[in-house]
C-alpha cells in the first residue's frame, strides 16, 4: 500500500564504510528524487532522475551515486562515509513536470 | 546560496488561534510556491500550494496569500488545533525538473 518506500528505516555504520539506500515507488511515476535533512531540519535536493535519466545534480561529493534502475527505484549509495554524512535521506517521486512530489518516510543515517 | 527565506524558526501559538509563517524568495525563476508539512519521524508532505499568478488560495484552515511584487508569500492557519503541532516548510519550484527549494523551516507548536 505504501506509495514511496524506504530501506532502511535506520543505518547505523562506522566512517569509511560503503553503504546503499533503496527506494520504491508505486504510483506510476516516472520522476525522482533524493534528498537530505540535516541536524537543523534543513532540506536540500541532491538528485532527480526521469525516466532512468539523471536530470538534477546538486552540489554533491561523488561519493553519492544514485542509480536507477527503472523508473519505480532510485537508489543512493554512498562510499568512503564520513561523519558529515549523518542525517536523514528523503526519497520523493511525482510525474514529469507535475507540481506534487510524495516523500517517502526517511532513512536515518549515523556515521560513528 | 539560500535562495527562500523563512520566519520563524518557531512557532507557539494557543488552541484556536491563528499561525502564521512567512517566507520570502529571491528566484523569479519559482512558477509554484507549495508548503510541505512534516511530521516527527515522517516524510514531508504537501499541504497546500500557489502560482505566482494568484494572490490567495484557500483549503480548509489553510490560506496561502501571495504577494508577487515583494516575493513574499505565507502560510496562515486559521483555528489552529493541537494536530497542527509540526515544522512547515515553504518551498519554490522551477522548471520541468520540479526542483524543490525549501525555506528553512518553522517548528510550529499548538498548545491546549
Known amino acids: 500500500d505504501t506509495a514511496v518506500s524506504q530501506t532502511p528505516k535506520y543505518l547505523v555504520t562506522q566512517m569509511g564504510n560503503d553503504k546503499s539506500i533503496k527506494c520504491e515507488q508505486n504510483?506510476?511515476?516516472?520522476?525522482m528524487y533524493w534528498y537530505k535533512q540535516d541536524s537543523k531540519k534543513f532540506l536540500k535536493i541532491m538528485f532527480s532522475?526521469?525516466?532512468?535519466?539523471?536530470?538534477i545534480n546538486e552540489t554533491v561529493p561523488n561519493r553519492f551515486s544514485p542509480k536507477s534502475p527503472d523508473k519505480a527505484h532510485l537508489n543512493l549509495h554512498i562510499n568512503s562515509l564520513e561523519l558529515g554524512d549523518s542525517a536523514v535521506y528523503f526519497c520523493?517521486?511525482?510525474?514529469?513536470?507535475?507540481?506534487?512530489?510524495?516523500f517517502g518516510p526517511g532513512t536515518r543515517l549515523t556515521v560513528t | 546560496q539560500q535562495q527562500v527565506k523563512q520566519s520563524p524558526q518557531s512557532l507557539i501559538v494557543q488552541k484556536g488561534g491563528i499561525s502564521i509563517i512567512n517566507c520570502a524568495y529571491e528566484n523569479t525563476a519559482f512558477d509554484y510556491f507549495p508548503w510541505y508539512q512534516q511530521f516527527p519521524g515522517k516524510g514531508p508532505a504537501l499541504l497546500i500550494a500557489i502560482r505566482p499568478d494568484v494572490s490567495e488560495k484557500k483549503e480548509g484552515r489553510f490560506t496561502i496569500s501571495f504577494n508577487k511584487s515583494a516575493k513574499q508569500f505565507s502560510l496562515h492557519i486559521m483555528d489552529s488545533q493541537p494536530g497542527d503541532s509540526a515544522t512547515y516548510f515553504c518551498a519554490g519550484v522551477t522548471g520541468t525538473a520540479s526542483k524543490l527549494t525549501f525555506g528553512t523551516g518553522t517548528r510550529l507548536q499548538v498548545t491546549l
Open positions: 504510483l506510476g511515476h516516472d520522476t
Open positions: 520523493a517521486s511525482s510525474q514529469h513536470g507535475g507540481d506534487e512530489q510524495y
Open positions: 532522475y526521469n525516466n532512468k535519466e539523471l536530470i
